[in-house]
């Protein structure tokens, strides 16, 4: 992390900007702008900078290692915002994740379902709400289940006392021209509206979480409640080998 922190006021100004074409969208789509989350993706930037974020209004932040967010919630804080891990969660990070993050968007086993709902219990946590990743582009080596495994992940975790399901998440194969994802946001939509159909999601709307800086106004279109926002509003990340 040996960057030169952004000007606070061009992450400001970046942050607005976001949240300018965040309520373009909803409009475009008919859409109200408050049922729209901004998670700002702070994944590889320093405490610093993400202290900035925070001070400019960012209440959400995305993170995709365990150990990344450890490092950065003892300088910032737990309680100073809503931290949500986006990434691939490995069994021996979970007991860290289920101290750490408010919520859990990377669900993607049954195994590790299991594993959270037990972890929990241990170190006290009533509920933990977790979204469940679909990969709906069949990569072999991206994170997720197939739309075929949903059925049993989501009976295990209706089994799971201190887990509570909100909703569903993706990451689709990236693409230069978004509109070549949209086919996958509007898939992961008609997996969530068939699941509040049948109640899965309780008293929930059942959260969509979908779009990234380069495809968030399209996954707004298509009914995004949560969108995980990193270089639209921290800049570009350092190539360091680690996504
Ligand atoms: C890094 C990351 C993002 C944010 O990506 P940007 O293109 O920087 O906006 C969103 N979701 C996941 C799962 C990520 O790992």
Not at 16 to 28: C, L, P, Y
Not at 123 to 152: C, F, H, M, Y
Not at 197 to 207: L, P
Not at 214 to 235: M, N
């Amino acid at each position: 992390m040996l960057e030169t922190p952004p000007e606070t006021d061009e992450l400001h100004e970046r942050l607005a900007q976001v949240r300018h074409r965040i309520e373009a969208s909803a409009r475009r789509a008919g859409r109200d702008s408050a049922e729209i989350k901004l998670i700002a993706v702070s994944k590889t930037h320093s405490p610093e900078v993400v202290r900035q974020a925070i001070e400019a209004g960012a209440s959400d932040l995305g993170e995709n290692r365990v150990q990344e967010a450890d490092e950065k919630i003892e300088v910032l804080g737990r309680e100073s915002v809503r931290w949500h891990l986006i990434g691939h969660l490995q069994a021996n990070k979970a007991r860290r994740a289920v101290a750490l993050f408010d919520v859990i968007h990377s669900l993607d086993s049954v195994s590790l379902a299991s594993r959270l709902d037990r972890l929990c219990e241990e170190s006290e946590r009533d509920v933990l709400p977790v979204l469940i990743q679909v990969d709906l582009g069949n990569e072999e080596t991206k994170a997720g289940i197939s739309e075929a495994e949903l059925p049993e992940l989501i009976k295990t975790i209706s089994a799971c006392a201190r887990l509570r399901l909100v909703g569903l998440m993706t990451l689709p194969p990236f693409a230069d021209d978004p509109e070549l994802v949209r086919p996958f946001f509007r898939r992961l939509r008609e997996l969530r509206d068939a699941l509040v159909a049948r109640e899965v999601f309780g008293a929930n709307r059942g959260e969509l979480s979908m779009g990234m800086s380069h495809d968030y106004e399209v996954a707004i279109e298509e009914g995004a409640t949560l969108v995980r926002v990193g270089t639209a509003i921290f800049g570009e990340r350092q190539a360091i080998g680690r996504n």
